[in-house]
């Protein structure tokens, strides 16, 4: 009789044991898909970065992406959104004045790619030193990833703003053109003042 029990303790904790097992394998299964799911709502995060940018930065900053996974390309969208945005226009110059499209936009796509991050990362330093001086020392890679992303935020604006203007003249006139401006301002003023925040509360 007492081997049967022993048996029958070993059969109930194998079964324990194996429950327990496919009790962790589920909860691993929904964290796995919960994480895709995640993953994949690229569209629900810039929502909640417009909605609230601090607490989206905040999230950003404790897990930041490398400068070259992120940052630079980052800084070359928002870079590259002017060029973009003028492409109806400079081809309408090209074909106005009848020289080639790729001369007017070598010296554009030149100054975006090169000129346009070096004043960006020269920004990020001086403000970076100014913080210092204040009192109030903040790490650069953090600074720059504010910067950068609220520059890459406004893009698509930017890059609307121009492709409308084509298909509606009346947006070019001065008073349309410096509403515009104050709203792409105003938009990047807001990421950029969320991002801040949340990097001075982590210090």
Same mark, same amino acid.
Request: one cysteine or more; proline letters at 6%.
């Given at each position: 009789?007492a081997?049967?029990?022993?048996?029958?303790?070993?059969?109930?904790?194998?079964?324990?044991?194996?429950?327990?097992?496919?009790?962790t394998?589920?909860r691993?299964?929904?964290?796995?898909?919960?994480?895709?799911?995640?993953?994949?709502?690229?569209?629900?995060?810039?929502?909640?970065?417009?909605?609230?940018?601090?607490?989206?930065?905040?999230a950003?900053?404790?897990?930041?992406?490398?400068?070259?996974?992120?940052?630079?390309?980052?800084?070359?969208?928002? =870079? #590259?959104?002017?060029?973009? &945005?003028?492409?109806? /226009?400079?081809?309408? @110059?090209? $074909? +106005?004045?009848?020289?080639p %499209?790729?001369?007017?936009?070598?010296?554009?796509?030149?100054a975006?790619?090169?000129?346009?991050?070096?004043l960006?990362?020269?920004?990020?330093?001086?403000?970076?030193?100014?913080?210092?001086?204040?009192?109030?020392?903040?790490?650069?890679?953090?600074?720059?990833?504010?910067?950068?992303?609220?520059?890459?935020?406004?893009?698509?604006?930017?890059?609307?703003?121009?492709?409308?203007?084509?298909?509606?003249p009346?947006?070019?006139?001065?008073?349309? =053109? #410096?509403?515009?401006?104050? &709203?792409?301002?105003? /938009?990047?003023?807001? @990421?950029? $003042? +969320?991002?801040?925040?949340? %990097?001075l509360?982590?210090?």
């Open positions: 009789m081997p049967c029990r022993e048996r029958a303790g070993s059969e109930d904790a194998g079964g324990d044991g194996a429950a327990a097992r496919m009790a394998g589920t691993a299964g929904s964290g796995a898909a919960a994480d895709a799911g995640a993953g994949s709502g690229g569209t629900v995060g810039l929502l909640a970065q417009w909605r609230d940018p601090a607490a989206a930065f905040a950003l900053l404790a897990a930041p992406p490398g400068e070259g996974a992120r940052l630079l390309p980052w800084l070359l969208g928002g =870079a #590259l959104a002017p060029l973009v &945005a003028d492409m109806p /226009a400079l081809a309408g @110059q090209a $074909a +106005g004045e009848g020289v %499209l790729a001369g007017l936009l070598a010296g554009r796509l030149m975006a790619v090169l000129f346009v991050p070096l960006f990362y020269g920004l990020a330093a001086v403000v970076w030193v100014l913080l210092r001086l204040g009192g109030r020392p903040v790490p650069g890679a953090g600074l720059r990833l504010v910067l950068f992303r609220s520059l890459w935020l406004v893009a698509p604006l930017v890059i609307l703003r121009g492709w409308a203007a084509a298909l509606w009346v947006l070019t006139s001065p008073q349309a =053109a #410096l509403l515009l401006g104050l &709203a792409i301002w105003s /938009a990047f003023l807001w @990421q950029l $003042a +969320g991002g801040l925040r949340a %990097l509360r982590r210090g």
